[in-house]
């Protein structure tokens, strides 16, 4: 009951940040009237940071965008998209900064909020995965509810945390975010320079509609016609690649 303000105040802004998905950010000032940062957590708890490193410490801390994805844990010969070995579900938007400054302050820089050295006696279910993107790098962090908990993957190394006293800001975070996101597609496919995993434009969705075409026009190959000499030589070899 103590952190119900907390809740509310969160769930109002998570639900407003993701219910459009544009990867726009969206003015949240107005959204957390009642929560303010902690002088006292400033730092990234020692146990996170000697766990993580500085590299995976100075992405979240100086994140200069964090993107939302859904993602769950990967069926037995699922083909899809992955992110750090889940099935990658959708995509949830981007978090602004004063969304990211109360995830930082209270899962990564508050001590009431996390457990060390306890594991929890439950099922980690993945939901929400944030990746903090600082220039080329990013450091991933996963949500886990209703066992409450986060993972870091940064460097191939996975670092999990019990959460469990923070499980209000957890739901909070994670369950509009659910319930808003929108189908990914591949940034790469799209040409998209960012993550985003959405179509933006009429000619970005036209492109996801070809589900075997090339993506550029130019690159099919003409027919050749019954006049012109067969190929041969290296000319002749199919490499397979579309």
């Given at each position: 009951?103590?952190r119900?303000?907390?809740k509310?105040?969160v769930f109002?802004?998570s639900?407003?940040?993701?219910?459009?998905?544009?990867?726009?950010?969206?003015?949240a000032?107005?959204?957390l009237p009642?929560?303010?940062?902690n002088?006292?957590?400033?730092?990234?708890?020692?146990?996170?940071?000697?766990?993580?490193?500085?590299s995976?410490v100075d992405?979240i801390?100086?994140a200069?965008?964090?993107f939302?994805?859904?993602?769950a844990?990967?069926?037995e010969?699922?083909t899809?998209y992955?992110?750090?070995?889940f099935?990658?579900?959708?995509?949830?938007?981007v978090?602004?900064t004063?969304?990211?400054t109360m995830?930082?302050?209270?899962?990564?820089?508050n001590?009431d909020?996390?457990?060390?050295?306890?594991t929890?006696?439950?099922?980690i279910?993945?939901?929400i995965?944030?990746?903090f993107?600082?220039g080329v790098?990013s450091t991933?962090?996963l949500l886990?509810s209703?066992?409450?908990?986060f993972?870091?993957?940064?460097?191939g190394?996975?670092?999990?945390?019990?959460?469990k006293?923070?499980?209000q800001?957890?739901?909070?975070?994670v369950?509009p975010?659910v319930?808003?996101?929108?189908?990914?597609a591949?940034?790469?496919l799209?040409n998209?320079?960012?993550?985003?995993?959405i179509?933006?434009?009429?000619?970005?969705k036209?492109l996801?509609?070809e589900?075997n075409?090339?993506?550029?026009?130019?690159?099919k190959?003409?027919k050749q016609?019954?006049?012109?000499?067969?190929?041969?030589?290296?000319n002749?070899?199919?490499?397979?690649?579309?």
């Open positions: 009951m103590k119900n303000w907390l509310m105040s109002a802004l639900f407003l940040l993701a219910a459009a998905a544009q990867a726009q950010e969206t003015d000032k107005k959204q009642e929560w303010k940062p002088p006292n957590h400033t730092v990234i708890l020692e146990e996170i940071s000697s766990a993580i490193g500085a995976a992405n801390t100086n200069e965008q964090i939302c994805y859904q993602v844990s990967k069926p010969g699922y899809g992955t992110l750090d070995g099935a990658l579900a959708g995509f949830c938007g978090i602004n004063e969304l990211k995830i930082v302050s209270e899962l990564f820089m001590p909020n996390i457990i060390f050295d306890v929890e006696n439950c099922i279910r993945p939901r995965m944030l990746r993107v600082r790098d991933d962090v886990s209703p066992c409450h908990a993972a870091i993957f940064y460097g190394k996975l670092n999990a945390f019990n959460a006293p923070a499980a800001i957890i739901d909070a975070l369950d975010l319930r808003s996101k929108v189908d990914f591949s940034p790469a799209l998209q320079l960012l993550p985003i995993g179509a933006q434009t009429d000619e970005q036209a996801l509609n589900k075409g090339p993506l550029r026009k130019w690159e190959a003409p016609s019954d006049n012109e000499p067969r190929r041969g030589g290296w002749k070899i199919n490499l397979n690649m579309k």
